[in-house]
């Protein structure tokens, strides 16, 4: 017999813990919404026919491996204890798995965890948690003055940040769709959340995290409310900014005051510049059911990362109705490597070459100009011949083999005529390479972007590193 994989997956696909199913191989078979949700996955055919060691989701998979062969040979395990990477995190979970029978053969398992990460940390005293609403607050709100009635403050709370748990925000705003009350949802993703806890700690993440979200349940005090989806990211709800010109002024609010994003966050030896991208959209004006809802804002969100990070897309059907989040997924570093040799193979000179790859850089990078500053110091664009400028030796400010700036405000004393010249043409943000080995003197190419606090990736600097060294 086979797993009937659709018609379990709809009886699943309601339950908040991740559920999961495999074959007699330990190849997965099935998952539910709330697992795609937890690892970020936009489907399931990812990981279909794979195994816990294909993904790589175990830093020692050799225990998990023998607890599902136990699984496998009858037997069923109950909030075992364990670890997995989540986005470059590891994540304490607690998992139960029982073995699926057809007959007295057994034909697979089938599993489910929850991440308990945060309520661990909280236990053993590694981060004060925060409580950012009472009783009374949320029984303004129709869906959890009923709740509470029948639940205890603490179980509706994230343990950690104190905003509404991701059970709850979900229920929330099905609640408002179900009412028919009209409201603004999205979504918000930390920027470069995962180089934080890397480099700072998780305790500096969890700080982050609660002053984040600190600021967002102040500013959010009088229209909404905000819960965490997961790990660092929040859901925002609210139910008064509804129209294009107040979710605009709402969402300015937030970058531009520096009390919420892009504002500094001190540590140990300097500070961290903290930004967010967020995709929102509303109920019921781009969407009239919760799945299409939150599809959108997705969408919005993953729009956002694609044009640098740092900033909100407002869903406009006219202009993102179109839009995949397949296709707005950048294509991986081997592969923009090679369509950049590619597109220089048929071309000779620095000038023509850079002409010849700025099409396919401003599609996967969303840049405006390719740059070049010869040996004299002269600055010439691919985008329009006409421009050429001495602006000087760009090699003073380059460190670790280039220069990446999330604004050219940082190079005004350094090179003040590269710095009129850049904001002449309206570039705001850049990436400054050396062209060929170190110890030739071949110029710099100048990868220029319109957005203002753009924020650079590690494979886009990577590429462009690349480039800089195969454009002779």
């Not at 023998?66 to 986005?87: F, N, W």
């Not at 959010?220 to 129209?243: K, Q, S």
């Not at 959209?281 to 694609?306: E, M, N, Q, V």
């Not at 220089?344 to 000038?351: A, C, L, R, V």
């Amino acid at each position: 017999m086979e797993i009937d994989s659709r018609k379990f997956g709809n009886i699943i696909n309601t339950v908040q813990e991740c559920v999961f199913w495999k074959d007699k191989d330990r190849r997965f078979v099935g998952v539910n919404q709330a697992f795609l949700d937890f690892y970020g996955f936009e489907s399931a055919d990812i990981l279909i026919g794979k195994n816990d060691e294909d993904m790589g989701w175990h830093s020692d998979p050799e225990p998990y491996k023998e607890d599902e062969l136990r699984v496998l040979s009858g037997e069923s395990t109950y909030k075992v204890p364990g670890k997995c990477i989540i986005r470059g995190e590891e994540r304490d979970i607690i998992a139960s798995k029982s073995p699926i029978y057809d007959g007295d053969e057994v034909i697979g398992l089938v599993g489910s965890f929850i991440d308990v990460t945060d309520i661990l940390r909280k236990e053993q005293g590694s981060t004060k948690a925060q409580t950012l609403y009472d009783r009374n607050y949320l029984r303004r709100y129709p869906f959890f003055d009923k709740l509470l009635d029948e639940t205890g403050l603490d179980e509706i709370l994230d343990s950690l940040t104190g905003t509404i748990s991701r059970e709850f925000i979900i229920s929330f705003a099905r609640s408002l769709i179900a009412s028919g009350t009209r409201f603004t949802f999205a979504k918000l993703d930390l920027d470069n959340f995962k180089f934080i806890n890397d480099n700072c700690g998780h305790h500096i993440g969890d700080r982050v995290l609660m002053d984040v979200t600190r600021a967002l349940a102040d500013y959010m005090r009088e229209v909404g409310v905000v819960g965490r989806f997961g790990g660092d990211e929040l859901l925002l709800l609210n139910l008064t900014d509804v129209d294009y010109d107040d979710k605009k002024k709402f969402f300015e609010g937030m970058y531009d005051n520096r009390k919420i994003l892009r504002k500094r966050f001190a540590v140990d030896g300097g500070d961290l510049l903290i930004t967010g991208t967020i995709g929102a959209a509303t109920y019921p004006d781009d969407a009239t059911d919760y799945d299409s809802l939150f599809g959108i804002i997705d969408k919005a969100l993953y729009r956002g990362k694609t044009k640098g990070r740092n900033c909100y897309t407002i869903y406009d059907e006219s202009r993102h109705k179109d839009i995949e989040v397949k296709k707005l997924a950048k294509n991986g570093i081997y592969t923009n490597m090679r369509m950049t040799v590619q597109n220089m193979s048929e071309t000779d000179g620095i000038m023509d070459r850079l002409r010849s790859l700025l099409p396919f850089l401003s599609e996967q990078m969303h840049i405006q100009d390719l740059l070049y500053v010869d040996k004299d110091g002269v600055l010439t664009s691919a985008e329009d011949e006409t421009v050429s400028k001495q602006v000087g030796d760009p090699g003073c400010i380059i460190k670790d083999g280039l220069y990446n700036g999330n604004t050219i405000s940082k190079i005004r004393n350094a090179l003040p005529a590269l710095f009129k010249a850049l904001e002449s043409q309206n570039i705001h943000t850049v990436i400054i390479v050396p062209v060929g080995l170190e110890s030739e003197d071949n110029g710099y190419i100048i990868c220029a972007c319109d957005r203002h606090q753009r924020l650079w990736q590690e494979n886009e600097c990577a590429l462009m590193y690349f480039l800089s060294k195969v454009i002779i």
